[in-house]
């Protein structure tokens, strides 16, 4: 039965699946699209865990794969399997910060160019000295599922209330120590600026653009921490018109070059 839908997944672009896949039976059809990328030979496709045996070609002969599928790979997790047991996570989304170290993870989407994402990021003005100042910081506190390569966009909180600070994340999260935390555990990624607008965007410009006012961080009023890359395109747009000489450093995160 066909079903209508309001809101349809990114378009793959040269994939044999038009849309990105929402469950795990679609991970495995876009799996198939990279089997001679990888010089693999599949041996089996199972329902039972690993998912699949696979061979790869290396120098001198073929090197025994043990595959699981997963829509997100925290989902490993969740249903209990054994990283002993396997080799790689082949996966939509890459979710899990504290996957195990041996276990090769593979994110189909950013094998079909959805590679990174664009995090809102709030900051008290008085710790806004350390980005305004230096151009890599060796970790700061992120989102549990950011990436190596995504964007981070910081929001200053009260009493400017302005996107002021634009920055990558150079590894994905990781626990480490947190020095403000008194030594506890945080989710952190070291970062590297890429500019600084000089001409701020403020609330208010984000309240009256007739797309973005719908977003989430933007009815949360900038509270917390928000996955924005539904609404880069026009934050993008909102930015450059505003800072034309960023369009230089930001020109790699181009919506039209995405």
């Known amino acids: 039965m066909v079903t209508s839908r309001k809101k349809r997944p990114e378009v793959l672009d040269g994939a044999s699946l038009h849309y990105a896949p929402e469950n795990e039976l679609g991970v495995v059809f876009l799996f198939a699209d990279l089997v001679k990328r990888w010089r693999l030979r599949i041996e089996e496709i199972s329902a039972s865990f690993p998912d699949c045996i696979a061979y790869q070609k290396v120098k001198g002969g073929e090197k025994r794969i043990r595959i699981e599928f997963e829509y997100k790979s925290r989902n490993f997790k969740t249903h209990k399997h054994s990283a002993s047991e396997c080799d790689w996570i082949v996966c939509w989304e890459h979710n899990w910060p504290d996957a195990p170290k041996n276990v090769n993870i593979i994110e189909l989407r950013r094998e079909f ?104 961080f933007v009815r949360s009023r900038m509270l917390g921490r928000h996955n924005a890359i539904e609404y880069w395109p026009y934050l993008y747009d909102i930015i450059t018109r505003r800072n034309p000489s960023v369009r230089k450093s930001l020109k790699r995160y181009a919506p039209e070059a995405l």
């Open 113 to 216: 160019g959805l590679g990174f994402n664009v995090w809102i990021m709030p900051v008290q003005p008085e710790n806004t000295k350390e980005l305004q100042a230096r151009k890599q910081l060796s970790k700061w506190s992120v989102p549990g599922q950011t990436h190596k390569g995504d964007l981070l966009l910081f929001h200053v909180t009260k009493p400017e209330m302005c996107i002021r600070y634009v920055y990558e994340a150079e590894e994905r999260a990781s626990k480490q120590e947190a020095e403000w935390k008194g030594g506890e555990e945080d989710l952190m990624a070291p970062i590297r600026k890429i500019c600084e607008l000089k001409a701020p965007i403020f609330f208010e410009d984000l309240k009256r653009h007739r797309i973005v006012r719908t977003s989430g």
